[in-house]
């Protein structure tokens, strides 16, 4: 574990001096942040019936995107990945968005874009599990506003990937491009987040009560 950050860290600062290879350094980056949390998972003590329950959660999240594709942003997998993280914890959600990007892509198209889906989706979930005990994530208007937020955050962790690709590092220090870059993506970011916002309204609580339930009679992922 202490190895994977030393390796991340020293990614970074490497990457200041070779600036015009930023992209790669951000690839080995996200790749060593996939790492730590897959490390950290492994160490947990986890039956078969819980790598199942894993696995149908993600393959269910990858597939629901699927019949989204042709409407920009809309997709109800990060609905599914916050609940799976709110239930299950903050691993087991990170687990899922991360096996749900790469599920999903392998119809809708691989590409350099696939690691960053995957860290954004893995995030979704690990920020729901790390908050899932706070008083507002109790109550619908916290989910709603949990799900707004990362209706944004999502298309901004894109953007960064969009910008190190097209314009390099140089992207970030120059407003002219920074700025309309990151508002040409409102409305798809918006869309985003008003399609978490109606899937939290219309079935947040069977969620929640269905995956609760499995939790607590099978005793699974505690």
Do not use: C
């Amino acid at each position: 574990m202490a190895g994977l950050l030393a390796i991340s860290v020293s990614l970074v600062i490497i990457s200041v001096q070779w600036i015009d290879y930023y992209l790669w350094f951000s690839f080995g980056v996200v790749i060593s942040a996939f790492f730590l949390f897959l490390v950290r998972f492994e160490r947990k003590v986890i039956d078969a019936r819980e790598i199942v329950l894993l696995a149908v959660l993600a393959a269910i999240a990858a597939v629901s995107r699927i019949p989204f594709a042709s409407i920009p942003s809309v997709q109800p997998t990060t609905f599914v990945v916050m609940m799976a993280g709110f239930v299950f914890g903050k691993e087991s959600g990170f687990i899922i968005g991360v096996v749900a990007a790469l599920a999903s892509n392998m119809i809708l198209g691989q590409g350099p874009w696939t690691p960053w889906q995957m860290i954004a989706w893995g995030l979704v979930g690990f920020s729901a599990g790390l908050l899932r005990n706070q008083t507002f994530m109790q109550k619908t208007w916290g989910k709603v506003v949990f799900g707004v937020v990362w209706g944004f955050l999502f298309g901004w962790i894109m953007n960064m990937w969009g910008l190190i690709a097209f314009t390099g590092p140089e992207g970030f220090l120059d407003f002219q491009v920074l700025l309309p870059y990151f508002m040409g993506s409102a409305l798809f970011d918006s869309m985003h987040a008003v399609s978490n916002v109606i899937f939290l309204l219309l079935f947040s609580g069977l969620w929640v009560s269905i995956l609760q339930r499995f939790k607590t009679k099978y005793g699974l992922l505690e």
